[in-house]
């Protein structure tokens, strides 16, 4: 099993550090050709608007949309959240490109600027009984979770950060700065 990590802009060399530290093949994928060699793909946090447009000017949203929970599965985190919910609601939510392939409404930036940026200690019980740093920079939040979307985690004010649909999973918070990868060996176990 080799995951794919799309590699446009963002924070994916962590994740890429992270799998090869648990012995799990990667594939920094930038073509669509990329796409035929991976069975996983981590979206990771960054800038989603960038992003979004790399994923269209690179051909990258229908092929991803086409195999999503299907013989893709996808994990976003922060940015990939955003770009993987079907509703994206608050400013600027109509210029977001975005492979909408999750039943979940989603907030940009949702606590606020850079400087409003925090950790805190997240209960994610898939994951096992200790809790993981939740590093939460410019985040977004998940608003609403649809009928067949199981939420796997919350903060204390009972802001959902992580939700599972089927082989997709989103993160509001990057478990890839944790220096904790029980996220990722779940995801490899989906």
Same mark, same amino acid.
């Given at each position: 099993?080799?995951?794919?990590?799309?590699?446009?802009?963002?924070?994916? %060399? =962590?994740?890429?550090?992270?799998?090869?530290?648990?012995?799990?093949?990667?594939?920094?994928?930038?073509?669509? @050709?990329?796409?035929? #060699?991976? /069975?996983?793909?981590?979206?990771?946090?960054?800038?989603?608007?960038?992003?979004?447009?790399? $994923? &269209?000017?690179?051909?990258?949203?229908?092929?991803? +949309?086409?195999? &999503?929970?299907?013989?893709?599965?996808?994990?976003?985190?922060?940015?990939?959240?955003?770009?993987?919910?079907?509703?994206?609601?608050? @400013? #600027?939510?109509?210029?977001?490109?975005?492979?909408?392939?999750? /039943?979940?409404?989603? %907030?940009?930036?949702?606590?606020?600027?850079?400087?409003?940026?925090? =950790?805190? $200690?997240?209960? $994610?019980?898939?994951?096992?009984?200790?809790?993981?740093?939740?590093?939460?920079?410019? &985040?977004?939040?998940?608003?609403?979770?649809?009928?067949?979307?199981?939420?796997?985690?919350?903060?204390? /004010?009972?802001?959902?950060? &992580?939700?599972?649909?089927? +082989?997709?999973?989103?993160?509001?918070? #990057?478990? =890839?700065?944790?220096? /904790?990868? %029980?996220? #990722?060996?779940?995801?490899?176990?989906?």
């Amino acid at each position: 099993m080799t995951v794919g990590i799309l590699a446009l802009q963002g924070d994916f %060399r =962590e994740h890429e550090e992270i799998l090869r530290s648990i012995g799990a093949p990667t594939l920094l994928v930038r073509q669509p @050709k990329q796409l035929e #060699h991976v /069975d996983r793909l981590i979206i990771p946090g960054g800038e989603s608007t960038t992003i979004g447009k790399l $994923m &269209a000017l690179y051909h990258l949203l229908a092929p991803i +949309r086409q195999r &999503a929970g299907q013989t893709l599965t996808l994990w976003g985190t922060c940015a990939g959240a955003i770009l993987m919910s079907r509703q994206l609601v608050g @400013k #600027h939510a109509s210029d977001q490109p975005a492979l909408a392939v999750m /039943d979940i409404t989603v %907030r940009r930036n949702a606590f606020g600027r850079q400087l409003d940026s925090f =950790e805190t $200690m997240v209960q $994610m019980p898939v994951i096992g009984a200790q809790p993981i740093a939740g590093v939460f920079i410019r &985040a977004p939040i998940i608003e609403a979770a649809g009928d067949g979307v199981e939420v796997l985690a919350r903060i204390d /004010d009972d802001t959902i950060v &992580a939700a599972r649909q089927g +082989r997709l999973l989103v993160t509001t918070f #990057h478990p =890839e700065l944790s220096g /904790d990868d %029980r996220v #990722h060996r779940y995801f490899l176990e989906l």
